[in-house]
């Protein structure tokens, strides 16, 4: 799968052929894949899968056969200079890391993945977990099978998680959590009793098409480049990074509820927006690659609750954006009662609807529930009833059904063991990022109440976009914030946010 006319060649010129090639390949899966969640017919599922299951074959020999010896070759190299050196570094890791995964079982997982998100799809649809249960079987079984190959120095779950975040171990992130977790009990136990006053009005509806109309307006106005990318709809919103020129973000609408498609809408295009600001060229090295899942989620939980839940961007829509769309509920809120609602905190069963505080709580039962599957103290077949269970312990929720419970998320479907831990580790560092943004620009909330998001994008391109995956998450936040990665700053957001909105109330920490 390589060019042979490179022979003659440098090696850096080889390495720029091979990185080019693994990259652009990438991209035609990305392709195919968004294709399969947005637009394919429902009879074809098993050629999918076949298909996704050859390139994912054919990219992991690429990677093996050709690119990882010249990385060998380009190590300790005298012809590059230090920063290639350094990502050269980071490829060889990446490589090696996929060295250690059979070429046989990368095809399996890939193969098994499609398939299982067809299944997922009508298992949610029918709230009927045993449907999708065989192929989360046979995701958990390979997924166990390619930890074991990657190796892991005290539990399964470790290798698959470094896939995702190697900058935090699964240990590290238990702590985390037990230490963070008496927070958000506390803060969920002293608010969901509360009312904020003026937040008990009408629903915010609206009809579909002018949702759709709505979100491409807001997220224009803050920069996702419609040129370069579109807004479909998929069950489960997402965005794909086929390359910076098309960058591409699904929504799911809900008529009785504006809320919940525009704030999906903007945790989608934080993606986009880190997505279309990285480096064009030269393609396939770490500079054009984003950083990590965490990094990733930093973005995007910053744009959806430091931008789109924010008393300053509500003041804007109420004024600026929502008069255009003759809602009939405008009038019986102002921008404060509204940003209220928007942040009220009150557990709910769905992880996407879920408020600022209570939202870590279903990650932290994820993560719990994931790991014990990895490790084997918990089988497949006991998943919904030990969900269900730590619903009601986290959450005080009884689950109604499967559709509403364990089957709520598409992670699973897709192999994707590790991933939502990043979603917490995100959060914190957006937190961090906003704290960091006003001690530069103290003004940027104030302009963000005329629609004014380009001083916090710009930024973004400055401090995380332009850097790629040169640094590795907690190097990258210092960098931007000049302090490690902790969820103090997050912390202090929750407490400043429960002040303003609940009249006064304290939260400790």
Request: aromatic share 8%; glycine share 6%.
């Amino acid at each position: 799968m390589s060019f042979g006319y490179l022979c003659g060649m440098s090696l850096k010129s080889r390495l720029d052929a091979e990185l080019r090639l693994q990259a652009l390949l990438t991209s035609g899966v990305e392709l195919i894949s968004w294709d399969q969640e947005v637009c394919m017919p429902p009879g074809g599922v098993a050629g999918r899968a076949g298909l996704l299951g050859a390139m994912a074959g054919l990219l992991h020999q690429h990677l093996v056969e050709t690119i990882l010896p010249l990385l060998r070759e380009a190590e300790n190299s005298p012809d590059l200079d230090e920063d290639t050196r350094a990502q050269v570094k980071m490829l060889l890791e990446d490589a090696e890391m996929a060295e250690k995964v059979p070429a046989d079982l990368v095809q399996k997982l890939s193969e098994a993945a499609s398939m299982a998100q067809q299944a997922w799809a009508e298992a949610r649809a029918r709230s009927d977990f045993e449907l999708f249960r065989p192929h989360l079987e046979t995701l958990v079984a390979l997924s166990r099978e390619k930890a074991a190959a990657l190796g892991y120095t005290d539990e399964p779950y470790e290798a698959l998680l470094r896939l995702y975040e190697r900058s935090v171990k699964p240990a590290e992130i238990e702590q985390l959590f037990s230490e963070l977790k008496p927070f958000l009990t506390a803060t969920v136990r002293l608010c969901q009793d509360q009312s904020p006053l003026g937040v008990d009005g009408p629903p915010l509806s609206m009809p579909a098409d002018q949702q759709k109309a709505l979100i491409r307006r807001i997220v224009s106005e803050l920069g996702y480049d419609l040129s370069r990318g579109r807004i479909d709809e998929s069950a489960h919103p997402f965005c794909t990074g086929i390359n910076p020129d098309d960058v591409r973000i699904t929504l799911r609408i809900y008529e009785d509820d504006l809320t919940m498609g525009l704030s999906s809408a903007l945790h989608e295009m934080g993606h986009a927006l880190y997505e279309q600001g990285l480096q064009r060229e030269p393609l396939g090295w770490p500079s054009t690659r984003a950083a990590s899942l965490s990094v990733h989620e930093s973005q995007s939980r910053f744009w959806e609750n430091h931008i789109g839940a924010t008393l300053a961007y509500w003041t804007y829509l109420y004024e600026k954006v929502l008069p255009d769309y003759q809602v009939d509920w405008l009038s019986e809120y102002s921008p404060l009662t509204l940003t209220r609602r928007v942040n009220r905190i009150q557990p709910h069963l769905i992880r996407i609807q879920s408020d600022e505080v209570s939202y870590h709580l279903h990650i932290m039962l994820r993560f719990e529930l994931e790991r014990a599957l990895i490790n084997g103290d918990l089988t497949v077949r006991d998943l919904p009833a030990a969900w269900n269970d730590k619903i009601a312990e986290y959450l005080n929720i009884t689950v109604p059904d499967d559709a509403r419970g364990v089957l709520q998320d598409i992670h699973w479907s897709m192999g994707s063991f590790g991933y939502f831990p990043t979603y917490s580790l995100g959060s914190f560092l957006a937190a961090q990022l906003a704290e960091a943004l006003t001690a530069a620009h103290p003004d940027w909330e104030e302009r963000l109440t005329q629609g004014d998001g380009t001083l916090p994008l710009a930024w973004m391109r400055e401090r995380i976009h332009r850097h790629g995956a040169r640094y590795r998450t907690q190097e990258l936040c210092e960098q931007a914030t000049g302090a490690p990665l902790s969820a103090q700053a997050f912390i202090r957001y929750i407490q400043r946010k429960v002040a303003q909105l609940y009249e006064g109330l304290a939260i400790p920490a």
